[in-house]
């Protein structure tokens, strides 16, 4: 299971997401061929929000963006 930790931000307002997933390994993610899928189908249904930056981890940890 893989964690995509991301900063959206709507105008100036940006807050902290996340997904978690199953369908890719963590370097699967961590090169981009997950995650890249997983933020666009975000944003597509989010469509007022910008995607700032992200990164993948193992779930629960806890990194600062």
């Known amino acids: 299971m893989i964690e995509i930790a991301f900063v959206a931000c709507m105008g100036v307002n940006c807050r902290d997401f ?28 989010h469509p007022n929000w910008r995607v700032a930056k992200y990164h993948c981890q193992i779930p629960g940890t806890f990194a600062k963006l």
């Not at 997933?21 to 961590?30: A, H, K, P, T, Y």
């Open 18 to 45: 996340s997904l978690t997933f199953s369908e890719v390994s963590l370097m699967q993610c961590q090169i981009g061929i997950g995650a890249q899928m997983q933020i666009t189908e975000w944003s597509k249904s």
